[in-house]
């Protein structure tokens, strides 16, 4: 079965400084794809970035890239230069791919790391 | 162009009533989802929608629960008889589910209050 794991419940950031918040998955297709998803305290999903399972490159959008290293199954989220609206909830998601078997593309959530960045 | 949208963004029942959530998607959007967000948690899968394919109500949690689309349009999900574990907020997605990377745009959420 697909799983996400996020180990860090909560994280403290310096403004301006970079921050890693930690993803793993277990999964046995070899098709599928990461998403991390922003959530403010507003409850609406943002949605981050995204890393493809043959995608050569890791994803970078702006200050997010995401640190893929597929033989271990991790897919970290690296903010740089934290910023005060970067205060939010953070979900790792693992797609299913679509294909006959039933697998119809939804997202599989980690727990979710709550940010603070201090000024 | 206009995002996911749903209604109503709160609301509060007794328990043993039944609720309907409504779902907007975006248009043109094929696919089309329902999360629930229980306080703190992350998001739990109910139902998908794709086009006129029988859906994938494998998340939903229980009989009480199901969910309506007509083609690619508005999505209902139904609660009766709601209980207080239903309290939570409801998540609906839609993708253009042809298109990588298949990313699941979210509307803002139904929050729901049973007491």
């Known amino acids: 079965a697909q799983k996400i794991t996020q180990t860090q419940p909560g994280m403290f950031v310096q403004e301006k400084e970079a921050v890693t918040l930690d993803c793993t998955y277990d999964t046995s297709d070899p098709s599928y794809g990461l998403f991390w998803y922003k959530q403010p305290s507003s409850g609406e999903m943002i949605f981050l970035i995204y890393?493809?399972?043959?995608?050569?490159q890791n994803a970078t959008e702006g200050r997010y890239s995401l640190n893929f290293q597929k033989a271990r199954k991790s897919a970290n989220l690296v903010i740089s230069a934290s910023q005060l609206g970067d205060s939010a909830m953070y979900f790792c998601a693992m797609r299913e791919p679509f294909d006959g078997s039933g697998n119809t593309g939804k997202l599989i959530f980690g727990q979710g790391t709550t940010l603070q960045v201090k000024p | 162009g206009a995002g996911v949208s749903q209604s109503p963004s709160n609301k509060v029942t007794e328990k043993g009533k039944d609720v309907e959530l409504r779902c907007d998607p975006i248009s043109g959007h094929t696919a089309l989802y329902w999360y629930r967000q229980r306080l703190g948690q992350g998001l739990e899968f109910l139902i998908y929608?794709?086009?006129?394919?029988?859906?994938?109500k494998s998340g939903l949690p229980s009989d009480r629960f199901s969910a309506e689309r007509t083609g690619e349009s508005v999505s209902t999900l139904t609660i009766q008889r709601t209980q207080q574990e239903d309290s939570a907020v409801y998540l609906c997605?839609?993708?253009?589910?042809?298109?990588?990377?298949?990313?699941?745009?979210f509307g803002p959420g139904t929050r729901l209050t049973v007491t």
């Open positions: 890393q493809g399972s043959y995608d050569q």
């Open positions: 997605a839609s993708s253009p589910a042809g298109q990588a990377p298949y990313e699941q745009y």
């Open positions: 929608f794709q086009g006129n394919s029988a859906p994938d």
